[in-house]
Each structure stands twice: as structure tokens, then as C-alpha cells.
Nanobody, 119 residues
Framework: QVQLVESGGGLVQAGGSLRLSCAAS????????IGWYRQAPGKQRELVAT???????NYAVSVKGRFTISTNNAMNTVFLQMNSLKPEDTAVYYC?????????????WGQGIQVTVSS
């Protein structure tokens, strides 16, 4: 089992920046992707950004050009640099680690961290 712990959330004014971090309790060799999702009140959880074991990144259209995802070589820590924040970025942000074992995918989630952007 892998535990994920997020940090770095908080309250920021529109146009400001935050950096989220997520640390996994242990390394795993079967990482497929690691990244971030978010869920705003009354909405479904949505992908924000992920990075694959091969280094490919995937961003939601709404955050492209403003957010940058990065990870360490071991892929047990992932960061999300969020710039030019907007009120619509307000949500609970969840770290996600997806592993693949013998063709089966397993998803691990952090507990979530609040990001609030004031106008």
C-alpha cells in the first residue's frame, strides 16, 4: 500500500501563485503516472495534470500555460506549480499515483488539500 501526503495549499488572491507537493510513503517501480486532480463544490473530480513514467505530461486545457507539473527521478514526489491563479481554480486538489501490475491499473489517492483563490 502507498500513502500520499499533499502539502502547499491555502488561500491566495487571483493572479497569485501556489506550489503543491505530494510525497509517496515509498517508491514503486510500477508507476504508470503521477499527478493531480481537483474537485470543486458540486462538480466532478477532474484531471489537472499528470506526468508519465516516460516523462510525458498531460494538462487540462483550463490550466495549460499556467500550471507546471514536475517530479523527481524516483517518481515518489510530485509538484504542481500554479501561477496566474483564478477564482475558478478553487477546489480540493488530490494527488494521484497510478501503478500498473501485470496489465492491471491501481489508483492511490491523497487525502486532498484545499486551494482557495479569492477575487
Amino acid at each position: 500500500q502507498v500513502q500520499l501526503v499533499e502539502s502547499g495549499g491555502g488561500l491566495v488572491q487571483a493572479g497569485g501563485s501556489l506550489r503543491l507537493s505530494c510525497a509517496a510513503s515509498r517508491s514503486t517501480f510500477s508507476v504508470n503516472t503521477i499527478g493531480w486532480y481537483r474537485q470543486a463544490p458540486g462538480k466532478q473530480r477532474e484531471l489537472v495534470a499528470t506526468i508519465s513514467s516516460g516523462g510525458s505530461t498531460n494538462y487540462a486545457v483550463s490550466v495549460k500555460g499556467r500550471f507546471t507539473i514536475s517530479t523527481n527521478n524516483a517518481m515518489n514526489t510530485v509538484f504542481l506549480q500554479m501561477n496566474s491563479l483564478k477564482p475558478e481554480d478553487t477546489a480540493v486538489y488530490y494527488c494521484n499515483l497510478r501503478t500498473v501490475v501485470r496489465g492491471t491499473f491501481f489508483d492511490y489517492w491523497g487525502q486532498g488539500i484545499q486551494v482557495t483563490v479569492s477575487s
